[in-house]
Structure formats: C-alpha cells, structure tokens
C-alpha cells in the first residue's frame, strides 16, 4: 500500500474508536425507512453487484465506480454504502467510500465519524489528500467526508485540481466508491462522471418516472460516462413471499 494508506493504518493504532449506539441504530432506522430487505438478502444483492461490476470491467485496477440517482429520496447513498460495506467486509477489498453529496452528507453520521473538512475543501485549500480519509475502525473500509455547504464547488469541475486528487487516492485502494448528488439537485454528480470508471444508476421502484430516467442515462452518456447498468431500489413485492417460493 502506498503512504497515504500506511500512514492511516499508523493513525489508527494510536486512535482505535469505539463501534457506538448510533451505528447499529442508524443500520436499523435506515432499513425501517427504506423497507429494505433482510441483511442477507441485501448482502446477496450486493455481492452480485460486486460479480456484475467485476465481469464488465475485468482488465480496471483499482476501480471507481460511481453510484447516482434522478431525484433526491431513491436510496442511491444506501445502496452505495452497502456496496461499499461488502466489498469491504465480505470480499476483504481496501474500499474508500467518497461521500459527494454536498446537500445531504451522511455516511460520517452513519460510522460515527467526526471531521472538520470535507474533501472538497481539502482540494480547494490545497491540503495533503489524507487528511481527507478517515478509516473505519480496524476494518478495510475508509471514508471520505463531503463538506455541508450549498454553496457552488467549482473544483469538482476543474480537472487541474481534481484529477490530481483522485489520481493520489485512487492508487491506495482497490475500490473507490463515490455516492452523489441526484443529477436533478445539482451538476456535481455529472461533473464526477467522466472520472470514474463506471457509473451505477440507482432508481426507485414504481415512483421514478421511465422518461426521467432516459434522459438520466442521456446525460450521464453525453458527458462520457460508461453507464454499467441501474439497480431497482425499494421494490415492493405484492406477490406474497410462499407464491414466490411454490413458483421457484
């Protein structure tokens, strides 16, 4: 691993923060929102992601793969961190999840972990890219915090400055896994698309309109984007669950 990565696992052994409440709570209020199905299912769902993403990009090292929705509420950061989780915790890879919803950041609430600068503001002010990464625990999973401002963040689209920054991350993990903001909230998301290697459009069942969702993959294809392909979140299964089971 290279040093940005080795000097966060130096950090850790001295800073070894404790799993609070608030995880396993926001775990369970999240899945009460969402009604999203049971841990293993979930996890099942993921991991097929995982196969999926693999089998399109076989010959990508050190992949960013970057999770997207229309609107805001279609669970794109859910299904982002879960993929995230896996990736990390089931498959053992070095994942960085990067939070670049500016609107709504939520993922450091949900590892409980505290921050004083966003990456955003890391690129802006010029300061070394560790700074910016917070590892969870002892595990394989790292998180890059976005910073909670409204306020227009040009540097997202300059190359000169942005690149750099990922180009310094991207190589100290296998996984880089951006959640952002909903393409109709603000051009953040698009501005991110033609730096990743993949984008996932995640929709909600039976809300998100067909047409807004072609002219989703339109844009995100009109920018360069390399569309890997749309998960369905929140699906709701009006066939009882023993029909299910009979017919398989």
């Known amino acids: 691993m290279g040093k940005i990565y080795n000097a966060l696992v130096e950090a850790s052994k001295t800073r070894k923060p404790e799993r609070s409440d608030t995880f396993a709570h926001a775990v369970q209020e999240e899945r009460d929102t969402i009604h999203s199905p049971p841990l293993p299912s979930l996890e099942r ?52 999840l990067i939070d670049a ?10 590892f409980g972990i505290q921050y004083n600068e966003g990456w955003q503001e890391i690129i802006r002010n010029k300061h070394p890219a560790e700074e910016a990464i917070h590892r969870f625990e002892d595990s394989n999973l ?9 306020k227009f963040t040009p540097e997202l689209f300059d190359i000169a400055v942005t690149d750099p920054f990922l180009h310094a991350i991207r190589q100290q993990f296998d996984l880089l896994v951006i959640d952002s903001t909903p393409i109709t909230k603000s051009p953040d998301g698009l501005g ?24 989703t993959k339109q844009q995100i294809r009109n920018v360069g984007g390399n569309l890997l392909g749309m998960v369905l979140n929140k699906r709701n299964y009006h066939i009882p669950n023993f029909i299910y089971r009979f017919l398989g």
């Open 45 to 96: 769902g993921m991991l097929l992601l995982y196969q999926r993403m693999e089998a399109l990009l076989p010959n990508v090292d050190n992949k960013v793969i970057q999770f997207i929705g229309s609107k805001q509420g279609e669970g794109a950061s859910t299904i982002a961190r879960e993929f995230a989780k896996t990736a990390a915790f089931s498959i053992g890879k070095q994942v960085l």
């Open 101 to 110: 919803d500016r609107y709504h950041p939520s993922h450091h609430h949900f």
């Open 142 to 150: 790292f998180l890059c915090p976005s910073s909670n401002t409204t």
């Open 192 to 215: 991110i698309v033609p730096r990743t290697d993949g984008v996932i459009l995640v929709v909600e069942a039976e809300k998100t309109k067909w047409t807004v969702v072609e002219d």
